[in-house]
Nanobody
Framework: QVQLVESGGGLVQAGGSLRLSCAAS????????MGWYRQAPGKQRELVAT???????NYADSVQGRFTISRDNAKNTVYLQMNSLKPEDTAVYYC??????????????WGQGTQVTVSS
């Protein structure tokens, strides 16, 4: 059974940094791309960043240059380093396999997420 456990969120002032972690289990982590997603209050969940099995990365325009996604296949963990945080980055952050994330209506495909709150 796939399990995704996000951690590392918290309350930070604008301009600050946080590092999120996502521990994955129940599937072969090293052969799957991974992504970070976020959902702000009253908004739909959106893609933040992805990383392929080979380490290639892509970012949403809103976080380009501020966030860095990385992975450690030995630890089955994907990370999101967030710098220069802005109040609009406030959201619950989730990780997932992009193929699972694309399936609508499956709340069971997601972990509990980690709350990031950026104060102005």
């Amino acid at each position: 059974q796939v399990q995704l456990v996000e951690s590392g969120g918290g309350l930070v002032q604008a301009g600050g940094s946080l590092r999120l972690s996502c521990a994955a289990s129940g599937f072969i982590f090293s052969i799957n791309a991974m992504g970070w997603y976020r959902q702000a209050p009253g908004k739909q969940r959106e893609l933040v960043a992805t990383i392929t099995t080979g380490g290639s990365t892509n970012y949403a325009d809103s976080v380009q240059g501020r966030f860095t996604i990385s992975r450690d296949n030995a630890k089955n963990t994907v990370y999101l380093q967030m710098n220069s945080l802005k109040p609009e980055d406030t959201a619950v952050y989730y990780c997932n396999v992009p193929g699972r994330a694309a399936v609508a209506g499956r709340a069971d495909y997601w972990g509990q997420g980690t709350q990031v709150t950026v104060s102005s």
